[in-house]
């Protein structure tokens, strides 16, 4: 099983934006955010990533293709936010659902890695939601380390749960 990094081509980005965004308000609202608030943070985080419904300098969206030359997902990477040319982060990385747990993940990021050393690039960071323990799973396999976690409880209301003096 191999796969390649195809170019996202012009005529088909704005498809890969609205993909991107509805997939990033999912995983937002699978997190707590409200569908509206989600739908609104993601669209602003594309619109700053991609001001001319392109990808600017130092960024670069593919499909991923098998060897049929059949997308199973997409992969976007590029420079961070520190100004550090050396500093790559994999904004978003998805394997299409009936593809999942058949390495193109693994594949994937390993191409994400020689792309990135191939333009300078001495690091490469990612976020990661909680909830993916498979992503989680496969980062750790591949040397990646957790550099931060953010963590949150939901809370009753006091009234509800009974054990609180009035």
Do not use: C
């Amino acid at each position: 099983m191999t796969i390649e990094l195809i170019p996202v081509a012009t005529e088909r980005f704005s498809a890969w934006l609205k993909r991107s965004r509805d997939e990033y308000a999912a995983d937002l609202v699978a997190t707590g955010e409200e569908s509206e608030t989600a739908l609104q943070h993601a669209t602003e985080a594309l619109a700053h990533a991609f001001p001319e419904q392109l990808p600017a300098a130092g960024q670069a969206v593919f499909d991923l293709t098998d060897d049929s030359g059949d997308a199973v997902g997409y992969l976007w990477l590029g420079h961070d936010n520190s100004g550090d040319p050396m500093s790559w982060w994999v904004w978003d990385v998805v394997i299409d659902p009936e593809h999942r747990g058949q390495g193109y993940g693994r594949a994937a990021m390993q191409l994400a890695e020689t792309y990135a050393h191939a333009r300078g690039a001495r690091t490469l960071g990612l976020s990661v939601f909680g909830f993916n323990s498979a992503a989680r799973g496969l980062y750790e396999s591949l040397g990646y380390e957790t550099t931060s976690v953010k963590m949150r409880k939901h809370l009753e209301a006091p009234e509800l749960r009974g054990d609180l003096a009035q």
